[in-house]
C-alpha cells in the first residue's frame, strides 16, 4: 500500500503539467517526438507512472541547433541580466517545491525529506548564481612593457551538454544549467531514463520564466539513449562542453570521444568513499554521520560511504552500535514520512545488490547484518554491512546499494594508505577529536579525493563548495566555488596605448 493513492499521483502530474503520455524534447517549445516510447517506473511499486517519447537522431539535431540559436543571443545579455532570469527561476522552483520533492519520491524513490532536499539544492543552485552573475571576474596583470595593459576576461562558452544521472535527477541540472545560464551558454539536457518525469517538469517550469521574460529559449532537453542521444551530443562540435555525471564506462568513452574533437569535459563518475574513526572519535556523532552516509538514499549517492575504516580501541563497540542501529532502520515506501530506506531505482540494482554481496562472502567478507532483498512489491533490499579484507577486490568497486564494507585498523598511516587505495577519488572524512589526526587526514599525504571532511559524513556536499573528485571520478567540477570557469572561455588580452612597439622578452625586431 502506497501512502500516495493513484488519484494523488494524478493530481500531482496534471499540476505539473505531466500527462500519461509525454514528447520527450524541448527546443522553446515541445517536440513531438518519434523515438522508443519509455515508461517511467515508481521504484517503490515497480509500476508506471507516465510514459515519455525518445528524441529521434533528427530531433537531437533540432534540439541542439535551437540551443546554438538561443546561445547566440543570449551571450549578448549583460550578466546580471542573466542572473535576474536565474533569480527568477529560483523564485519558481520555490513555488514548486512541494510537487517537485513529490515527484522525485514518486520517480526515483528518494524519501519525502531529500526530495524536498534536492529541489533545496536547486534552489540554493540558483541563490548562488544570482550572487555570481556580478563577480564573473578575471584578473588585471602588470605588463612588463611600459604604456601596455594587460587582463583577462571571461566570455561565454556555447551550448553546454548535461547528461544526468537517476539519483540527482535535476540537482545535478541545475549546478550544471544555472550556473551555464549565468556564465552567457545555453543547455542542453539529456536527463537519466529512469527519471525524465522531474526533467520535463523542470524544464517546463524554466522555461516558462524565460518566456514570461522574452529571454531566448536557453533550457533545452533532449530525451533518449546513448544511441539517439547522447552519442550524438558528445560527437557534436557545436557544444563544446559536456558535463557528465554517471558511471565510470560512461566517462571513459565519454572522455575518449570528448578528447577525439577536443571537447571539454566535466566529469563526475564513481565514487567509494571512506570514512575514518579513530580511537578517540566522539562515537555519537560517528554513528548518526554512518547511518545517514551509508543508508541514506539507499546507498544510490556518488557520495555515499561505502567503506568504514574503524581504529582497533573502537572497533567492536561501532560494530555493536550499527548492527542494532542497522536493525531499526524503517525500509518502507518513500513517499511515508516515516520511512527512512526507500528502494533502490529498478530491478537491475537489485541484481547488482545481490551480485555485490556473493561477491563479497566468496572473497572472505562476513554478512554482520542484513543481505536480504525484500519479499513485497518495488526494488527494495535491507541496508548491509560486511566485515571485509583489506584490499578485497569487491570493496575496490562501486555497487550503487546500501553496501557498506567495514575494516579494522590500527594506525592513522595505515588507515590511509587502505582508504587511498581503491581506484575512485570523490569524497572522504574522518571522524577524530584529535586536531594532529584531523590535519594529517587533510594533508597533501592524506586523503587523495575531491572533498575531505572532519567530523561530518562524506555525503550531503553544500552547493558552496566545488563537488567532484580525482582519479576515476573523473577530475571534474561543478557547482560553487570558481567552477564556473570551465564553463566560459578565457581571454588574454594586452593592449598598448603607447606610440611604440616594444616587444616582450626582450626582443628586438628592427629592420
Ligand atoms: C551525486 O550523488 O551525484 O553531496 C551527487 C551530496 C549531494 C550531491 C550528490 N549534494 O551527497
Known sequence: ????????????????????????????????????????????????????????????????????????????????????????????LRAHKEDLGLLVTLEVGKVRTEGLGEVQEMIDMADFCVGLSRQLYGLSMHSERPQHRMYEQWHPLG???????????????????????????????????????????????????LAANGAPAIFNLAFGDRRAVGGPMVQDTRIPLISATGSVAMGKQIGRD??????????????????????????????????FAAVGTAGQRCTTTRRLLLQKGIAAEMKRRLVQAYGSIRIGDPADPATVMGPLIHANAVADYRRALETAVAQGGRIL????????????????????????????????????????????????????????????SIFTLNMRSAERFLAATGSDCGIANVNIGTSGAEIGGAFGGEKETGGGREAGSDSWKVYMRRQTCTINWGETLPLAQGVKFDL
Request: net charge negative; with cysteine; charged share 20%.
Open 258 to 291: 570528448l578528447a577525439d574533437r577536443l571537447g571539454r569535459a566535466i566529469l563526475e563518475l564513481g565514487g567509494n568513499n571512506g570514512i575514518l574513526v579513530t580511537d578517540d572519535a566522539d562515537l555519537d556523532l560517528a554513528l548518526r554521520a554512518v547511518l
Open 369 to 428: 547484518h542484513g543481505g536480504k532483498v525484500l519479499d513485497r512489491p518495488g526494488f527494495f533490499v535491507e541496508p548491509t554491512l560486511v566485515e571485509a579484507i583489506p584490499h578485497m577486490p569487491i570493496t575496490c568497486e562501486e555497487t550503487f546499494a546500501p553496501i557498506l564494507y567495514l575494516f579494522e585498523f590500527d594506525t592513522l598511516d595505515e588507515a590511509i594508505a587502505l582508504h587511498n587505495a581503491v581506484p575512485q577519488g570523490l569524497s572522504s
Open 159 to 209: 551550448p553546454v551538454g548535461i547528461i544526468t544521472a537517476f539519483n540527482f535527477p535535476v540537482a545535478v541540472w541545475a549546478w550544471n544549467a544555472l550556473l551555464a545560464a549565468v556564465c552567457g551558454d545555453s543547455n542542453l539536457w539529456k536527463p537519466s531514463q529512469h527519471a525524465p518525469l522531474t526533467a520535463l517538469a523542470v524544464t517546463r517550469i524554466a522555461a516558462r520564466v
Open 1 to 92: 500500500m502506497s501512502a500516495l493513492t493513484a488519484s494523488a499521483i494524478a493530481d500531482l502530474l496534471a499540476r505539473l503539467e505531466l500527462a500519461p503520455e509525454n514528447p520527450g524534447a524541448f527546443d522553446g517549445a515541445w517536440i513531438e517526438t518519434t523515438g522508443a516510447r519509455v515508461e517511467s517506473l515508481n521504484p517503490a511499486t515497480g509500476e508506471p507512472i507516465a510514459a515519455v517519447r525518445s528524441c529521434s537522431p533528427e530531433e537531437y539535431d533540432r534540439v541542439a541547433a535551437a540551443s546554438l540559436r538561443a546561445f547566440e543571443e543570449w551571450r549578448t545579455w549583460p550578466a546580471p541580466k542573466r542572473g535576474e532570469i536565474v533569480r527568477q527561476v529560483g523564485e519558481a
